[in-house]
């Protein structure tokens, strides 16, 4: 069994606005293909009934990150749809 990281990572945009992002990795200094989702919904519904969960991701040895748009989760700015 692969072991994954989970960490919490902040960006700040061009225009100054942090936005927040879930990464999950496995646990290796290896070099790896990036998934990226940018969730509205909070990245905590990052699993959907088409996407598993990023870990399960993570553990075929891709990092994924899991962002919140602007203005949703705790990211800054106004949401705009």
Not at 6 to 20: E, H, N, P
Not at 21 to 34: F, G, K, N
Not at 48 to 76: E, L, N
């Amino acid at each position: 069994m692969v072991k994954i990281i989970k960490t919490t990572a902040s960006m700040q945009t061009r225009d100054g606005v942090r936005l927040d992002a879930d990464i999950y990795r496995p646990d290796t200094e290896e070099e790896l293909p990036i998934l990226l989702m940018r969730q509205p919904y909070g990245r905590e519904i990052a699993s959907t009934v088409v996407y598993a969960h990023p870990r399960w991701y993570a553990a075929q040895g891709y990092i994924v990150v899991i962002q919140d748009v602007r203005g949703r989760g705790t990211s800054q700015g106004k949401f705009d749809l």
